[in-house]
């Protein structure tokens, strides 16, 4: 059997990322070279989906242009965790939503079979489309999922997308989601991730002519040993764009969080109007939380603001729980629980019936 | 309600606290008996939301001197929720905004965490829906509170509301009430006020630090106390509020002085 990171380097046709890489430089993949160098080989999760009306297959033959259309608008092409993916064998699902459609859930569960599963989603919304999307990660073995989502949303197209992905601790999650969105379009992404030995997004956003909404919301969470990476990046290449970010971090234990947010303006951006906020509560001593933003601004007359916070659960909150009764570990996890909500009450409606925060917080009843 | 045979529920000796390493409190004495109703006056940093917090548990500050006693127990070996499970409650002065927890599952946690202390069984989401339906009509809250993270974007008369909300389901034994005026429109103190007057009873106490005498027009006061420089420099009946309206707190200064001259009796 081959070594795994020789096999990794094999699919991807480049070596693995190091720690000279800015992009990759807190982000160690050990995780990923402990598994088997082998692709995973359970039940197709695409096998058995029936469509909601309102949405339909694109044929093969489109696949790959659209694709590559995509990247290239995003600067997703060249991302290793795309690379990857597509040596991998990937299974693919591609869709096209006309109008409004009803809401769609996708469920990728690697379930306990070790290997790499790597999947792939090309999502179009035409013109005036609409669609509420959940993708639902899971693992409960030794293994990785790399997932790839392009995204084109059309002119006034609307996507709520939310990701819930609860892992496992031998478990990694690769995630490439490389949106592009034409003017008018809004876009709701909410992203909840926690529970993995490594995670890592890379939410890509291309406002291709600006003027339209972006949101985004994320929700990171790290214990024990695990390592948790966000690297998003929005470009507007065009006037009057929103942006809306929001990122929010829990570490505990030993976790290990990374966050890089990008955003990029260049001159002909002009008007354009985005807000970051990267908040980090820390629970552990031991757990470390590195949080960047990376704004690159050339348009003069435009509003960036960004700002980042590192705290502890507030001692006020804390104590104003206990003044009622409420028992100092019980006030602890209110507060959790509380600072968790804000993100994941803005996941697509299904969500609720899930419990994501008994799904993330590894809650015991 | 003065009765001098009345169980004591709460008795401060000689008080000391700090906060960091700065001396706030320094020799508060004061004991409350069921029935009654005390005021606590005093100028802005005289150390009456110092003593509140303090009595409720606040881990910022540091018990240097003193004890205190609530029915019988030590109270300051107490962690905070016991003490409010045993029936201590604090009005904040400052309540405090808990984004992303609903009002609804904080006020059932917390009566339920009094309940189990009394030996009631706790009451499931049905059940206390109905106990707080009934217990917003004492401070005509709006139900749609209940729907909303713990004060967060409440007004400040609507925080105000929902502590005395919080009163009404824990139904304290010594309820202490920091301000809870302040911020008042004319018809919210009148109902504030309504509410503590029904709670009051002659099993509880109440202890209301107040700026104004607009409110114990309302609340009758059994006992009146000026805090002044970390102690209770004078205590009189409900007259001493209405004299204080009158003149002043200029003749605090010149106590102080005096006392300053025989420390002996200040420490
Ligand atoms: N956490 C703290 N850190 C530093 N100083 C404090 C702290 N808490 C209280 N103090 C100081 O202690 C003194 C008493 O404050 P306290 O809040 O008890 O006054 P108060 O009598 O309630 O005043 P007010 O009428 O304005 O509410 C003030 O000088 C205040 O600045
Ligand atoms: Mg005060």
């Not at chain 2, 301000?179 to 007057?197: M, Q, W, Y």
């Amino acid at each position: 059997m081959p070594n795994t990171a020789d096999w990794l380097t094999q699919l991807a046709g480049v070596p693995l990322p190091g720690r000279s890489q800015e992009e990759w430089r807190f982000t160690g993949l050990a995780a990923l070279e402990a598994l088997a160098p082998e692709l995973w080989s359970g039940v197709d999760p695409f096998a058995q989906l029936s469509l909601p009306a309102g949405i339909s297959r694109i044929g093969a033959d489109q696949v790959q242009g659209l694709q590559q259309q995509v990247l290239k608008a995003t600067g997703g092409s060249d991302a290793w965790s795309v690379r990857l993916n597509q040596g991998a064998s990937p299974r693919c699902l591609a869709l096209r939503v006309a109008g409004a459609a009803d809401p769609l859930q996708l469920h990728f569960d690697a379930g306990a079979a070790p290997g790499l599963l790597a999947l792939q989603l090309v999502l179009v919304l035409e013109e005036g489309a609409s669609l509420d999307l959940l993708i639902q990660h899971g693992s409960s073995g030794p293994n990785a999922t790399s997932l790839v989502a392009v995204v084109q949303l059309g002119r006034g197209a609307q996507l709520n997308l939310g990701l819930l992905a609860p892992g496992d601790a031998s478990a990694s999650l690769l995630s490439h989601l490389s949106i592009s969105q034409a003017p008018a379009s809004s876009l709701q992404l909410t992203t909840a991730v926690g529970g993995w030995a490594l995670s890592r997004l890379e939410p890509c956003i291309s406002q291709l002519d600006g003027a339209a909404q972006t949101r985004l919301r994320a929700l990171q969470l790290v214990d024990g040993q695990e390592l948790a990476d966000t690297h998003s990046q929005v470009r507007f290449e065009g006037p009057d764009g929103q942006l809306d970010q929001l990122h929010k971090v829990v570490a505990d234990g030993a976790g290990r969080s990374v966050f890089n947010g990008a955003v990029r303006v260049p001159r002909s951006a002009q008007q354009t109007n985005a807000a970051q906020l990267s908040r980090s509560l820390l629970l552990s001593d031991r757990a470390r939380v590195d949080t960047k933003p990376e704004l690159e601004i050339v348009a003069d007359d435009v509003k960036c603001a960004h700002g980042a916070t590192i705290s502890r659960l507030q001692q006020n909150e804390l104590f104003y729980l206990q003044s009622r009764g409420i028992g100092a570990e019980q006030a602890s996890r209110l507060l959790l629980r509380g600072y968790c909500e804000e993100v994941l009450r803005e996941l697509p409606a299904a969500a609720a019936a899930l419990n994501p925060l008994k799904l993330l917080l590894r809650e015991h009843p | 309600m003065i009765r001098p045979d009345a169980p004591v529920l709460l008795e401060i000796c000689d008080l000391h606290a700090r906060v960091e390493e700065q001396p706030i409190l320094k020799g508060v004495n004061l004991t409350i008996r069921a029935g009654e109703i005390h005021a606590v006056m005093g100028r802005n940093g005289s150390g009456k939301s110092t003593l509140s917090k303090v009595l409720a548990g606040h881990p910022a500050y540091t018990v240097t001197a003193g004890s205190v006693s609530y029915m019988g127990a030590d109270l300051l070996e107490l962690a905070p929720e016991q003490r409010s499970r045993l029936g201590l409650f604090l009005g904040f002065q400052y309540p405090v905004e808990i984004p992303g927890v609903s009002n609804l599952e904080f006020l059932r946690v917390s009566t339920n965490a009094r309940r189990a202390q009394r030996g009631e069984e706790e009451l499931d989401t049905f059940a206390f829906e109905d106990l707080v339906r009934e217990r917003l009509k004492v401070v005509q809250m709006d139900p749609a509170f209940l729907d909303r993270s713990v004060n967060e974007g409440f007004s400040g008369g609507e925080k105000k509301r929902n502590e005395i909300l919080q009163m009404a389901l824990l139904e304290p034994l010594v309820a202490i009430l920091d301000e809870t005026d302040s911020g008042l429109d004319i018809d919210a103190l009148r109902i504030v006020a309504d509410g503590v007057n029904q709670l009051a009873g002659p099993d509880n106490a109440t202890l209301l630090i107040t700026h104004y005498q607009r409110l114990l027009d309302l609340i009758t006061p059994d006992y009146v106390h000026v805090m002044a420089a970390g102690r209770i420099l004078r205590t009189g009946g409900k007259e001493l509020a209405l004299e204080l309206e009158r003149t002043g707190y200029e003749w605090v200064d010149q106590e102080l002085t005096s006392l300053g001259r025989e420390p002996a009796e200040v420490l």
